[in-house]
């Protein structure tokens, strides 16, 4: 795949002058025509041999498209704040947002590269990295963000010749790091973990384009066209990706719960009695030594008036204000409606240490974005597979997932909309939208079953919990937190 | 101040169970008035003698409000990643919205307290900083952000006897920190550095209570009143705030140039030769050493067509893409009108080490919102001294704030605006928008006017460029930003 390039291919000054100019209105033209339409965002990541230019070609194209609507953005290794989340998290929230450029160094393929590169490999862990990267991409094209790849090659005597005369010249020396002049030495291992991996994610909805970089015309001429070309074809369809190897889910949870298990209820006097000694429970672990290391996600689903606000402030009671973030979700605003629907939960998944309760939650879009037909069938069909691998990544990280359905019956339900519609403390919590609702609670319960054969996983499966009852809900919503805490520290 | 506190009053169960239930409807409703309404935003500064309960009282708080609508942050000493931003940054970016209540522990006030217990006073640091934070309340409660200081407080013997009794319970102990058992021996020099402070920094606009905390009752009874008067009481009016100690400006600079200016011209050889030179050793002075300790923020205004984006692509060519951002800056989004307009700037305020340019900027507030009369008077007029304090932050941290504005004569930009209609390349640069702004060029011109008058500042003054000529402005905007970076680094 690398001969081209390795015959170190040039383009003289004046067949660059000749299609240098066309080039670039083209490139200015379809930039504003991707700022205008808005469509999708376009994600151009770089990776290639140290030293064949990289840096300097993407300044050129920041010189002749509109910098503006580009997003350059490096990752380098993580920091310690970076390490007290998922480690794809900084990546998604760098994500350009539709109708802009982004341009990443240094991506998530750099651990795949390094491990590539090593003399002893872990096959099974590569293997795993490489479809998580292919999953990855694959949801970021599907929810409108074009990906493609560019791989900067050249043979390892022009490697050579460009460092040593980037180094000669004072006002040049400083483009030559020491990942450059290690790369001398390392050639042939880079090359071949290059040639590896790029075999394992070439993909036709994100491909992988190597641009010949010893010589700098036919570079930038390479690397414009590339780009010319994502923004010229329409959007790639992404076949539906189905993974065998993925650990399959959990028999679905039965839902909705049995007329025998909503008629359990708790008295006052054994409810105050439990919850007091839950959340002293729950005060202790989550303020423990062990889950310093840990973080905790709740998810609260289940119909209006189900009761999810009462249960969330049970739990949040036993926590320090300091320690814990609930996050209401309702619809979404611009800024993440021009982002894959994941963006926004991104950017609130806890950190080491840390609670964060959802109010509703991604879940939404196999709920009330499906009922309500807001996004096509194939986007909520597709995002099963996209919530379990979003959800894996923060248990991967040693976050706690744990994900309610408070269910009430129809008529429990109607019984407390009329509760509140009277009542002068309450009334706030009733909308026109509530009713609207209740009336699609057919469709509604299809959306939640089928919830619920999809995403039940062994990593954070569903606890789908009996509500006509109040008390004993939040008690078992209690009950369940403590026993996963208590589990994990031990 | 603190004499009721420290005579230690208690409020009987009974009491407490008299006023409780009305107390905590009163409250619920006032918060969903306050989410409803949408007019301001709620900030709750918490400080106080160490292990009089406040951590509990806000949780307590949080459990009788909805917690879905209160952010609860704490800022803990900073760490590297803090440290390479102005100190204010983080806590600005954390404000929270209109209709939600923000709680925070630990604020700009910690050093402030800590430099005040000291036993050798800097006194006119903590002046300094005392004007600041006066300056920043003031600033916030002016924007949409009402603010209430609550110091919870109590004798040196209640706390002792506090501290005792949540340790002598291993259910309680956890809430006994370190600072809880040295805040006992140092007792006396908290209480006078918080005496001095409060003194320093009440202010009718952004008021200090003062909460009993002996006894836990009347600690949440007093919280939850000052909290209801904050959220009843209509939104509080900051006087004109004229701090006579700030540095004055220098003399307004000098808008518009003078025709003999504006007929400096470059050929397009004398352009070529010094362009290269300057962006040469642009490219060397933001990748030296020196620079690793130094920021450099841009700011580019100036009228429609006077040549912004081509000056930003002349310095953006000599800078690695991985290393500057690009603002552009347009109309507010939502989130952005539901806080300080200062605020969306705050997150792009550059990082040590980095470049931020911004095309067009927090300027607007002065020019195109108060022009299009998007904004009352006082707020722009008030905007003024704002865009100082801001600028002066940056540039306490080592940031060089370099001011340009792009001077072109009527003529000249009609001339453009004919070019941009005719070229296929540059049409997409030119908007209906473009044609009514030039319309009112009389009242830009006025506040271009004023703006130089007052915003011209020691720290960040203005560059006012002819730009007829665009070869003469792209060259002065480099010369500027290579003599400020070289001058820096001597």
């Given at each position: 795949m690398f ?5 170190d ?13 066309h080039?670039?209105v ?24 140290d ?6 070609t ?9 910098p ?17 989340y ?13 109708g802009e ?19 002893h ?6 293997e ?8 990855l991409?694959?949801?970021l094209?599907a ?19 460009r ?22 030495k ?10 590896l991996i790029?075999?394992?994610?070439d ?9 010949p ?8 001429v390479r690397t ?23 650990q399959?889910?959990?028999p679905p949870a039965?839902?909705?719960v049995?007329q ?8 006052k ?5 439990q ?13 423990s ?5 840990q ?7 289940g ?10 402030r049970r ?17 979404p605003?611009?800024a ?5 629907y994941?963006w926004?939960?991104w950017g ?30 194939a986007?909520?069909v597709?995002?099963?597979?996209e919530?379990?691998?979003f959800?894996?990544?923060?248990v991967?990280?040693n ?5 309610f359905?408070l ?21 706030f ?6 009713w ?11 959306a939640?079953?089928e919830?619920?054969?999809?995403t ?6 569903w ?8 008390h ?5 919503v209690?009950k ?9 520290q031990?």
């Amino acid at each position: 795949m690398f001969q081209e390039a390795e015959i170190d291919p040039k383009l003289s000054q004046s067949e660059f002058k000749k299609i240098e100019a066309h080039l670039r209105v083209q490139l200015i033209n379809e930039q504003y025509r991707h700022i205008n339409l808005k469509d999708r965002a376009l994600l151009i990541l770089i990776a290639g041999i140290d030293g064949a230019g990289k840096g300097e070609t993407i300044n050129l194209l920041n010189d002749w498209m509109d910098p503006r609507h580009i997003h350059t953005v490096a990752f380098p290794d993580p920091n310690d704040e970076d390490r007290a989340y998922p480690p794809a998290r900084r990546f998604w929230l760098k994500l350009p947002a539709k109708g802009e450029i982004g341009i990443v160094f240094g991506s998530g393929y750099t651990p795949l590269f390094k491990a590539a590169a090593r003399k002893h490999q872990d096959i099974d862990a590569l293997e795993q990295n490489i479809r998580f990267v292919r999953r990855l991409e694959a949801n970021l094209v599907a929810n409108g963000v074009q990906v493609i790849k560019l791989w900067f090659h050249l043979s390892r005597e022009a490697q050579r010749a460009r460092t040593e005369q980037l180094l000669s010249n004072p006002s040049t020396a400083w483009q030559v790091n020491k990942l450059d002049l290690k790369a001398q030495k390392k050639f042939e291992s880079i090359r071949r973990a290059g040639q590896l991996i790029i075999e394992a994610t070439d993909a036709a909805y994100s491909p992988w384009v190597i641009i010949p970089s010893a010589d700098p015309q036919l570079r930038t001429v390479r690397t414009a066209q590339a780009i010319l070309q994502a923004l010229k074809t329409a959007a790639p369809k992404v076949p539906k990706f189905h993974d065998p190897a993925r650990q399959s889910p959990l028999p679905p949870a039965a839902y909705p719960v049995a007329q025998l298990q909503q008629a359990l209820t708790l008295s006052k006097a054994e409810y105050d009695a439990q919850i007091l000694q839950l959340q002293n429970r729950l005060a202790l672990a989550v303020r423990s030594k062990g889950f310093k290391k840990q973080a905790l996600a709740l998810v609260f689903e289940g119909a209006d008036a189900a009761g999810k606000g009462g249960a969330i402030r049970r739990v949040t009671r036993a926590i320090d204000a300091r320690q814990f973030d609930v996050m209401p979700v309702s619809a979404p605003t611009p800024a993440e409606m021009s982002r894959p629907y994941l963006w926004r939960f991104w950017g609130h998944v806890p950190r080491r240490g840390r609670v964060a309760i959802f109010d509703r939650s991604w879940y939404g879009r196999v709920l009330v974005e499906r009922v309500e037909k807001l996004v096509s069938r194939a986007s909520w069909v597709r995002a099963y597979d996209e919530i379990n691998d979003f959800e894996k990544q923060m248990v991967e990280q040693n976050t706690i997932v744990l994900k309610f359905w408070l269910d009430v019956t129809p008529d429990e339900q109607l019984k407390r909309f009329k509760e509140r519609t009277h009542s002068p403390f309450k009334q706030f919590k009733i909308t026109d939208d509530d009713w609207r609702n209740r009336r699609k609670a057919k469709a509604y319960a299809t959306a939640a079953k089928e919830m619920f054969a999809y995403t039940n996983t062994l990593e954070a499966p569903w606890h789908v919990l009996p509500a006509n009852d109040k008390h004993y809900a939040r008690v078992e919503v209690l009950k369940c937190i403590v026993k996963a805490l208590e589990d994990a520290q031990r």
